[in-house]
C-alpha cells in the first residue's frame, strides 16, 4: 500500500500539478511545454517538480510545496559547487531563468512575507483557479537549447508509455 502526504486540504503534488496545467497553462499560454518530475542532464539539483519551458526558450522551475517545514527545507538543498539551490538561483548560475513556488493558498498565506526576491509566488486558491501572487524575476537569458529540449521530450514520452497500459 502507497501513503501519499497531503496538506490539509488533500491536495498530493501531483494534484497541484495537474490544476496548475490546467488553471494556469491552458489559460494562459505562456509554455511550449511543461514537464512533470524530471532532472536535467546538466544540473545536480533534484528533480524539477514542473520544469515549463517558455515559448521564448526560457526555463521557469515551478517548486511545488505542501507545508511550511517543506517550504523551510528547500532553503537548505545544496547544488554544484556546494552553494545551496537558492544560492545559485539568485547568482544566475542555475538552469531556470525563472522560478516561483506554488502552493494551495492557505499556505501561501502563512509564508508569503518569506518568499525571496528571486522567487515567485502561484497559489491554488479554493475557489479552484491559480493565481500568481508574485511574479518571478528573470535570472539570466541563457535559453534551453534543442538538444536539451529533445531530451525533454524523450522522457515525456517516456513518461506516457509508462503510464499506458
Known amino acids: 500500500m502507497t501513503i501519499v502526504q497531503t496538506d490539509c486540504v488533500g491536495f498530493t503534488e501531483a494534484n497541484l500539478q495537474k490544476e496548475f496545467v ?17 532532472y ?13 519551458v517558455r515559448k521564448s526558450g526560457f526555463i521557469d522551475e515551478i517548486e511545488i510545496k505542501r507545508t511550511v517545514s517543506d517550504f523551510r527545507a528547500d532553503f537548505r538543498k545544496s547544488g554544484r559547487f556546494h552553494l545551496s539551490k537558492h544560492e545559485q538561483l539568485k547568482s544566475g548560475n542555475a538552469p531556470a531563468n525563472y522560478f516561483s513556488f506554488l502552493m494551495y493558498e492557505e499556505l501561501g498565506a502563512k509564508i508569503e512575507d518569506e518568499i525571496p526576491e528571486h522567487a515567485g509566488l502561484f497559489v491554488l486558491t479554493s475557489t479552484g483557479w491559480v493565481v500568481e501572487k508574485k511574479k518571478a ?3 539570466h537569458t541563457k535559453k534551453i537549447g534543442e ?6 521530450g524523450e522522457k515525456m514520452m517516456s513518461k506516457y508509455w509508462r503510464l499506458v497500459k
Not at 147 to 152: D, S, V
Request: charged fraction near 30%; charge should be positive.
Open 22 to 38: 490546467v488553471r494556469w497553462m491552458w489559460h494562459r499560454q505562456r509554455y511550449k511545454f511543461i514537464v512533470p518530475n524530471c
Open 40 to 52: 536535467l542532464d546538466w544540473s545536480d539539483f533534484t528533480e524539477f517538480d514542473l520544469l515549463c
Open 137 to 139: 524575476p528573470r535570472l
Open 147 to 152: 538538444r536539451t529540449m529533445l531530451k525533454l
